[in-house]
């Protein structure tokens, strides 16, 4: 069985965000591979295509931002936890301002974690130093 890397999807429009991860997850040592969703429209196409593809790899964890254009996180987070293959994937929300009904939200459509983003990028890096231990940290599949 051939071993891979974990594969992690982030879904953020920000584009200095998306930077951010990667030098992060570089920072801590972390080799994954990374693929980018834009928009919520983006993310549930390349969820689509990957399954309908039978033998593409779905993606380990997903990083959603909690505010996304065109589809709202909300009603992508409520299709990817109600499809059977996509739902037991580990999806973490990140949150740079949000109400608390914003993330009450998130956590009653199946968000298995919801985080705010730091600012520093070392408490950044501390933060995904926690998340890839607790949903990355098991064998690859």
């Known amino acids: 069985m051939a071993i891979h890397n974990k594969l992690i999807l982030i879904v953020e429009a920000n584009a200095g965000d998306v930077r951010l991860f990667r030098e992060a997850f570089t920072e801590i040592g972390a080799r994954h591979d990374i ?33 996304l254009p065109k589809v709202s996180a909300a009603e992508v987070l409520s299709k990817i936890k109600n499809d059977p293959l996509w739902g037991a994937i580990p999806l973490v929300v990140f949150y740079n301002s949000a109400a608390p009904a914003e993330i009450a939200e998130a956590e009653h459509l199946g968000a298995d974690c919801c985080v705010h983003r730091p600012e520093d990028f070392d408490e950044f890096c501390d933060l995904l130093i926690e998340l890839d231990r607790r949903w990355l940290a098991s064998p690859a599949r």
């Open 35 to 67: 693929i980018v969703a834009n928009d919520g429209d983006a993310v549930l196409e390349l969820l689509a295509a990957k399954s309908s593809a039978g033998t593409a790899r779905l993606p380990d964890v997903i990083f959603l931002a909690l505010r």
